[in-house]
């Protein structure tokens, strides 16, 4: 282990390290189940110095991947991502670097694979470890699914990746059976340090709804001056509570996914800096953040699991030393939290929808799609909508090709002739050529690629590469947009009915899961044995001790979580006075009655891309019952 010493700088391992590290330098596929902060990482970088041949990285988040770049060439390491953000030169850069062996690590993110030639280029490269960082994304039944991590055992067939290292902080036995039958793991190579630690100190207190800012409010008063984060489920509430904190003299800030990307990033680098003591925000903040001195964690509204509780509390306490993680508890939140859940399973007929335009193009056929519109005509919101493709690759009946932007425009900062004067001969004329083919409002020109093609001969791939080009050159500002995704069709003889039935169980199956994980929170914060012995055990951590001695319910305090006030029974309520405004609209944009799952939808104030269309937020009856059961409503409206 002169390795880890030498270019490292650790004298020892820590637990579990030594026994993954063995396992992947000895040959064999492994996975490594550390709780936050324990060092995962490492268990690839050491073996990636001995191994022959590249070590490609799969990592769910942009931020991750430069924190541990930025790691690795701080120790010499040589290491390269491609990303997004990254130029076609800079991209070329690496492949390069990756093609000739110079490269040890190569992270990446899952999406990267859906790229043709991305997938063309990775094939001619050998690889010796596929590591999947954030593994409990692979399996549907963890939480955080990424619909494109499904695919990750059919990549590492396709490419002859002769090994495989999982890391992951949250695993249930479930997930972590689930990820050893698709990589092929033995049991033995499952590494798992235990979820018990001692330093955190997990309290349940009992609030109801209407109290909880005030008690949160008394709560950080005595611990002002340290850092805290306050999780909440909507992102207007994280708005609310920061802003009532901030009157109590905290320097706190809201955060999350509704700000822009320059405002969160600001936000997160004073909150590491110590210039925010506290940060209020929805789960769109805290992966990645590996910030050792977090003291408080709170949680205003319920998790969306036991796995998100596990995973947002796992940020306190990182230099070892006590720090509480409170949770106000109340059945308050619990509709919003289902109605999450139940937002994202389709329609069958939405399902039918996505598979008669697939049909439609057939065997051997190029099926193009823009996401937003695929999802408007199937009224599916983004991310199912993914899952069903994803859903449909696996069955062999489609498979990704290319992406490519349907719309370009720019904005000239020279004019047309100082531009033409960098150009002679046929390049002239073909700059000429796009000059002519843009339709040039007040600023912007929006490029006509068909005309360009039709009249000019001018292929997109190199009208593509030479606005790039001008961009470089500081001679246009240049936008893309309307993200075009090409698969190829493999079978397009399917049966459509069949089909939709069983993609639809499919998600059915997968709301059930999701709801029976909240009622298994709600079970964690209510239970009469200790709260840590309880998480480790939903974890198949059996090494924790039986008593902390130092969580709410060891100390005397079992929790029962105060019921929501009571609603009036909605036999008493009118259906039709409700939804009359909605379903009129729906009867003039679809031309029929909405569906009693849409209904349901708009009543509980769920939105999808079709309520969304239809402006259904303005309408008498949107979310007229939100604090009612989704399942109950939908019952309701059924038996009418």
């Known amino acids: 282990m002169s390795t880890l010493k030498r270019v490292f700088g650790f004298d020892k391992l820590r637990p579990g390290q030594e026994t993954v590290i063995s396992a992947v330098l000895a040959g064999r596929s492994a996975a490594a189940i550390f709780p936050t902060g324990s060092g995962k990482s490492l268990c690839y970088q050491l073996p990636a110095l001995h191994l022959p041949h590249l070590t490609l990285v799969i990592s769910p988040l942009l931020a991750l991947m430069q924190d541990q770049l930025a790691f690795l060439h701080a120790h010499g390491i040589a290491a390269a991502s491609i990303d997004s953000a990254q130029s076609r030169e800079q991209m ?114 009992p609030v109801a709804g209407s109290a909880k800012l005030q008690r949160l409010q008394q709560w950080l008063v005595p611990r002002r001056g340290q850092a805290s984060i306050v999780y909440v489920t909507q992102q207007k509430t994280a708005e609310q509570v920061a802003e009532r904190l901030a009157r109590d003299g905290l320097a706190v800030s809201a955060y999350h996914a509704g700000m822009a990307h320059e405002v969160r990033e600001s936000i997160q680098r004073r909150f590491m800096a110590g210039e925010l003591e506290c940060i209020v925000a929805t789960i769109a903040f805290g992966m990645g953040i590996d910030k050792r001195d977090i003291r408080n964690v709170v949680h205003f509204d319920l998790p969306k699991s036991v796995e998100n509780y596990s995973q947002e509390i796992g940020r306190a306490g990182r230099d070892g030393q006590a720090s509480d993680c409170l949770v106000l508890a109340s059945r308050d939140g619990l509709s919003v939290l289902e109605n999450f859940v139940y937002g994202d399973t389709p329609e069958r007929s939405g399902i039918r929808a996505v598979l008669d335009d697939l049909r439609a193009v057939g065997t051997g056929g190029q099926w193009e799609l823009m996401l937003n519109q695929l999802s408007e005509l199937s009224n599916i919101r983004a991310l199912p909508l993914k899952t069903l493709l994803v859903q449909l690759e696996l069955r062999g009946i489609i498979a990704p090709r290319y992406a490519y932007f349907a719309e370009y425009r720019f904005k000239l900062l020279l004019d047309d002739q100082a531009l033409l004067a960098q150009f002679e001969g046929e390049r002239r004329q073909f700059v000429e050529a796009i000059l002519a083919c843009s339709k040039r409002a007040r600023t912007w020109s929006t490029l006509d690629f068909d005309a360009l093609y039709q009249q000019y001969g001018a292929e997109r791939a190199r009208v593509v590469k030479a606005l790039d080009y001008f961009q470089e050159r500081g001679w246009l500002e240049l936008e893309s947009k309307q993200m075009t995704e090409v698969y190829a069709v493999l079978d397009g003889d399917f049966d459509v009915d069949a089909l939709a039935h069983d993609l639809h169980a499919h998600f059915r199956a997968h709301e059930a899961s999701e709801i029976a994980r909240i009622q298994a929170m709600l079970g964690l914060f209510e239970s009469h044995e200790c709260l840590s012995r309880r998480l480790a055990l939903y974890f198949g951590d059996e090494q924790a001790p039986e008593r902390c001695g130092h969580c709410s319910v060891c100390r005397g305090q079992v929790a029962t979580l105060p019921q929501p006030p009571e609603l009036p029974p909605l036999s008493g309520r009118d259906a039709q006075a409700l939804c009359a405004a909605f379903v009129e609209k729906h009867r003039q944009y679809a031309g029929h009655d909405p569906s009693h799952e849409c209904l349901t939808r708009f009543l509980c104030g769920v939105t999808t891309p079709l309520l969304t269309k239809l402006k259904a937020r303005q309408l008498a009856g949107f979310a007229a019952l939100e604090d009612y059961p989704y399942a109950e409503v939908r019952e309701w409206l059924t038996g009418l």
């Open 92 to 205: 070329m850069e690496v492949m390069n670097r990756a093609r000739s062996g110079e490269l040890k690590i190569l992270m990446i993110s899952v999406e990267r694979l859906k790229n043709e030639r991305f997938r063309h280029f990775i094939a001619q490269v050998p690889i010796s470890l596929l590591v999947v960082d954030e593994a409990h994304c692979i399996s549907e039944w963890g939480h955080n699914f990424r619909p494109d991590y499904l695919k990750l055992p059919d990549y590492q067939r396709q490419f002859g990746i002769a090994q495989v290292l999982l890391l992951t902080a949250t695993a249930t036995p479930k997930v972590i059976a689930d990820m050893r039958e698709k990589f092929a793991i033995t049991e033995a190579d499952v590494v798992t340090t235990g979820f018990y630690r001692s330093n955190l100190n997990l309290l349940v207190e």
